[in-house]
């Protein structure tokens, strides 16, 4: 008589023999072994030999489920459902009996596999309370019977701290979990829904060689009659960036005066270095969500929208095209671009749908643009993050800013990477000639001014075109308000309490009138210091710390088509910097050291930028936990042993935005109207019609976040416009400015940077 099947996964409406069995030919451990030998290894010998990991990533695809060999959970499948049999314990048991020391991380990994990493503490003692059952251990695979070898994860070749070694292991049950979710994924994907897994296989992704040649074509397209002095110093760029991409994966700097070319560049780099090392892809990691959109149009125009994917926090799940879903879902395309906050809090994850890609990070050249905007609170962890995925993953780790910060080893900073491991792709002798220059701008200090002050100056200057940078959205919305008595001609405001195509309106606006000439005022918060293809003759910036001076400046004469622009600094007289925002007030103090010690044309030379880094760090030391506030490092990394670490708290403390907020719906311009009566059309319907990708994608465009202390005051004037989904619009258009955007219900609430 044979032996009952054990099965893995039913269809629904048809009989068992067409289920899907858990072991042997055409059964789901097969077909997950199959996807993960498919997978490049991750790991590189300096965690563990490849053979070893491909042996230990089989062991996962053939153990991981076999929970379900047990009699409780196989009455569960044939019964059709009822009260849910934990299957994933067993597994977690066999790694800790079977192999102990490595096995306590494979056990994360296999007991993760559904709900995602857990808390070791309680991981474990439920595992210790659960031995095998009997019908288990009988079903058992020959590759999971008999004495187990005993595996060994090395810690690199190089001198590492004990934090750093400690964190090796962690990121090896990240990855390790990472390939078992993504391969449990794919292959019940495989069996419920083949036709999907047909759409995904036939997407069809260019050679990283072809995607290289076709940007080298575009760029030679573009510098051909080009001229004038930056047209030429963005050809040496460009030109410095592609010879070194010959230059063994390791770290890399790009430090490039804004009106560069950073972008093209970097890409350059990415592509060709990633092509000639054997690498899997490029992953362009950006600050902020309000320029991701800008670069991810300019890649698709370059390579086609199949080539490129774009996740963010934004749309994590809201994306236009299967193809960008499917890859959003596992980053397995050619080039990524992502957020900062999407990227690190990935990597600290517990969640499997955002644990799921991690293992393709590996063996990619990861472009980290605008770097000096890591939150300072959280930089040590994501320091160790960035360090792990180079030496022991195969990343080649580029680093661009215009002001690059000093991320190496010294006094007050002792978590960054040995200063010979960090290369230029430039060399100290082009950096220089850059900061001299690409010096396009004279930067003018004023002095502490109110807001009027401000205003008299600029009208009594005799200038008709002008960007006002301002730290607070209430202060900008101020100046505006005093420009606009003065019935200044051209003028614009610009901030984050306006919607994404509020914003691209008017910035398509103020480019129109300036490339014509005429007179443009632009009042803005940071939004405008980033990703922002626009050049103003004269620039005035609030107190900030020198990168983002640097920023503003390249928002002057960015393409030189004066002999010298103007930048003017002033220090707010109504206006200091709240406590709460760190970095920003600790960027001030450091500015106004650097200040006192030098000439204003000076500043944006690579030593000042450099000393000014230092006097940054110096106001930051680790000791004090500046480096590490939420204490990720020091209480889940250095101090706890490996069978208590906590995922679920590191996911809860890695936040890059502390306080929580929620996007609201505002009234702007002829489709807000059309799209609040679609969505509450959809909730009319029965059963209620939940909002497709298409329509969230559109939602963005007309969405506003708001923190939740400002949401409370906000609520009385929204309305629910689909309750089962919850998305609400404001529904007070008067709170809604044409110019402006969203206004405050209260003078009240706290002020916010962007």
């Known amino acids: 008589m044979n032996d009952p099947v054990i099965y893995a996964h039913t269809l629904d409406g048809r009989p068992c023999s067409e289920w899907e069995p858990l072991y042997g030919p055409g059964s789901h451990t097969e077909r997950i072994a199959e996807e993960m030998s498919a997978f490049r290894i991750p790991f590189i010998d300096a965690v563990c030999a490849s053979s070893t990991a491909r042996h230990l990533m089989n062991l996962l695809a053939v153990s991981h489920d076999m929970g379900k060999a047990a009699a409780d959970f196989q009455s569960y499948l044939l019964r059709g459902g009822g009260a849910v049999v934990d299957h994933k314990s067993a597994a977690a048991r066999w790694w800790c009996d079977s192999c102990p020391g490595v ?50 994860f090395q810690s690199g070749h190089e001198a590492r ?122 992953i362009y990691v950006i600050p902020y969500t309000s320029i991701i959109d800008q670069t991810a149009r300019e890649f698709r125009c370059l390579f086609g929208d199949a080539q490129v994917v774009e996740h963010h926090s934004n749309i994590a799940e809201e994306v236009d095209s299967e193809g960008n879903r499917f890859a959003t879902e596992n980053w397995d395309a050619p080039i990524i671009i992502t957020t900062a906050v999407q990227f690190f809090e990935s990597l600290f994850a517990c969640n499997n749908s955002r644990c799921r890609k991690i293992h393709n990070i590996a063996h990619s050249v990861v472009v980290f643009d605008e770097v000096q905007c890591l939150p300072s609170n959280l930089l040590n962890a994501c320091l160790l993050a960035m360090k792990t995925l180079q030496r022991d993953y195969g990343c080649t780790i580029l680093l661009c800013t215009a002001t690059q910060p000093v991320l190496t080893n010294h006094d007050g900073f002792e978590i960054g990477w040995p200063e010979q491991e960090v290369r230029s792709l430039l060399g100290v002798a082009l950096e220089q000639r850059l900061a001299r220059e690409m010096g396009r701008v004279k930067v003018e200090l004023l002095g502490t001014l109110s807001m009027e002050m401000l205003v008299e100056y600029f009208l009594d200057s005799g200038a008709d075109s002008a960007l006002m940078i301002v730290n607070l959205t209430r202060q900008a919305q101020q100046l505006y308000e005093l420009l606009q008595e003065k019935s200044v001609q051209g003028l614009y405001h610009l901030s984050a309490r306006m919607c994404s195509a509020h914003r691209m309106k008017v910035l398509e606006s103020v480019c129109e009138r300036l490339r014509a000439g005429l007179p443009t005022v632009l009042v803005a918060t940071r939004v405008v210091e980033a990703g922002v293809d626009i050049s103003f003759p004269v620039v005035y910036r609030d107190s900030c710390g020198l990168d983002s001076l640097a920023q503003a400046a390249g928002r002057c004469n960015r393409h030189g088509e004066r002999p010298q622009g103007q930048v003017f600094c002033f220090c707010s007289e109504e206006y200091p910097l709240p406590a709460c925002f760190v970095d920003m007030r600790d960027g001030v103090y450091a500015m106004q050291d650097t200040l006192a010690m030098l000439q204003p044309e000076d500043l944006f030379a690579p030593q000042v ?146």
Request: glycine residues 8%; contains cysteine.
């Open 103 to 152: 096995g306590y991380l494979m056990a994360y990994a296999s007991h993760g596999h559904h709900g995602g990493l857990g808390h070791g503490g309680y991981v474990f003692e439920q595992v210790e309370k659960l031995p095998l059952l009997p019908e288990v251990k009988a079903s058992l695979p020959m590759e999971l019977r008999g004495e187990m070898e005993r595996f060994l």
């Open 161 to 282: 701290t004990n934090e750093e070694k400690r964190f090796a292991l962690m990121m090896a049950v990240r990855m390790f979990h990472s390939c078992l979710v993504d391969a449990d994924w794919l292959a019940t994907e495989s069996f419920c829904e083949p036709e999907k897994r047909g759409r995904r296989a036939a997407q069809g992704y260019k050679a990283l060689s072809d995607l290289s040649a076709e940007l080298e074509l575009y760029i030679s397209d573009r510098e051909r009659g080009a001229t004038g002095k930056i047209n030429e110093l963005r050809r040496l760029i460009h030109c410095s960036c592609y010879s070194a991409a010959a230059g063994a994966p390791g770290v890399f700097s790009l430090n490039v005066p804004t009106g560069g070319g950073k972008s093209l560049s970097s890409l350059s780099f990415a592509l060709k270095h990633a092509a000639l090392h054997g690498l899997e892809r490029v």
């Open 609 to 754: 930028v450099a000393d000014y880094f230092k006097r940054f760090y110096a106001k930051r030391k680790l000791g004090s936990l500046s480096w590490d506030k939420a204490g990720i490092v020091r209480d889940y990394i250095r101090n706890s042993s490996l069978k208590e670490w906590d995922f679920p708290a590191i996911a809860r403390k890695f936040r890059f935005i502390e306080q929580s907020q929620c996007s609201l719906v505002v009234p702007y311009g002829e489709h807000a109207e059309d799209i609040r009566r679609e969505l509450l059309d959809m909730e009319c319907c029965h059963p209620v019609r939940m909002p497709g990708r298409s329509l969230y994608r559109r939602l963005q465009a007309y969405s506003v976040s708001v923190y939740n202390e400002e949401w409370a005051a906000l609520l009385p004037h929204c309305e629910c416009v689909h309750r089962k989904a919850g998305i609400w619009m404001l529904a007070d258009s008067s709170l809604y400015d044409a110019a402006r955007g969203l206004l405050r219900e209260s003078e009240q609430i706290t002020d916010y940077v962007l």
